[in-house]
């Protein structure tokens, strides 16, 4: 088993006239891994995309696909990737098993080959009830099921698609998540997208991007577990407020609190702990110990909106 990384990006920069894209850049990407480039308009994604896809060249720095170099092996480079970009170029006034044939024979498959490989990804993207209708006439879930399948017709290593989901509708979103899910581990996938949700149900790694700059690569779980002192432990307890607050207070482990009373004669106490502690184990204890009822006991857990919006915040909000 081959376990040398698909991508090698190191100190990658771009840079326009007047305007910096990426700056000094640098991540690895593992083979069958479904990493989602996750920032807002203007934050490098797209340009770090077509970088890595060999249709727009660095200012400095290196990125390897698959161990060779995308600026000097770009022929053997573009083999090995599928590129669907965020507007997707198709041929509308082609059929579709037609535009696929053209596609694969453009991207040097044999004609015997060719045709068994749209076959193949017309079954895979669940096109084949459409393979002869005119692009042109598809819906837009239709029109991105068969870029996609452009993407995977030739059997890239690696699949890098700009925003894939944008412009779909709910039902649509879910079938083509459904499809890039699938591709886990026999490909490599790199997706760029701002929509949060889909990245976290997505991808099993994600690197926030602000300003052309990497602020954080990790898996969703422990990008969650950086904002985890930041969470809040919330105890509905039947007992007097001034009691709670009393004891609440000499618990070094309770950064601050906030009581208010609720239905039922029980308090709604919000806990914030110090250092990420799990004060939970506490508060079970005290309720015991103090024959108070306890109706509800939980850790809540932040968004990856959250988690998101506090990596990204500036600094001079943070230090406010």
């Given at each position: ?243 709670l607050a009393a004891c609440f207070t000499e618990m070094g482990d ?22 990420g502690f799990d004060l939970r184990p506490q508060i079970f204890l ?35």
């Open positions: 088993m081959n376990h040398d990384p698909m991508i090698e990006v190191v100190k990658l920069t771009k840079r326009y006239a007047g305007h910096t894209a990426l700056t000094d850049i640098s991540f690895t990407v593992g083979r069958g891994e479904i990493v989602g480039l996750l920032g807002d308009n203007g934050a490098g994604k797209s340009t770090t995309m077509r970088i890595l896809s060999g249709f727009l060249p660095a200012t400095s720095g290196t990125a390897r696909i698959a161990g060779r170099d995308v600026f000097y092996d770009s022929r053997e480079v573009r083999r090995r990737i599928g590129f669907m970009p965020e507007n997707n170029p198709l041929h509308n006034e082609m059929r579709v098993r037609e535009y696929l044939k053209f596609r694969a024979r453009l991207k040097g498959l044999s004609w015997t080959r060719s045709r068994a490989r749209v076959d193949t990804v017309l079954a895979q993207c669940s096109l084949t009830e459409v393979s002869q209708r005119i692009i042109g006439q598809l819906s837009k879930g239709y029109k991105q099921r068969v870029g996609l399948a452009d993407a995977l017709v030739h059997e890239p290593e690696l699949i890098i698609l700009d925003e894939p989901t944008i412009g779909l509708d709910p039902h649509q979103i879910r079938s083509v998540r459904q499809l890039i899910k699938s591709l886990a581990g026999s490909h490599t996938v790199l997706i760029s997208t701002h929509i949060l949700s889909e990245a976290e149900m997505m991808c099993n790694r994600m690197m926030i991007m602000l300003g052309g700059r990497i602020l954080a690569s990790d898996t969703p779980d422990n990008l969650q577990k950086l904002m985890a002192s930041r969470g809040q432990v919330i105890a509905e307890i039947a007992a007097p407020a001034g009691e309770v950064a601050q609190f906030d009581v208010s009373e609720t239905e039922g004669g029980f308090h709604r106490c919000a806990l914030t702990a110090r250092d005290l309720t015991c110990e103090r024959g108070w009822a306890l109706r509800e006991l939980t850790r809540s857990r932040n968004s990856l909106e959250d988690v998101y919006m506090q990596i990204t915040k500036p600094k001079e909000e943070e230090e406010a």
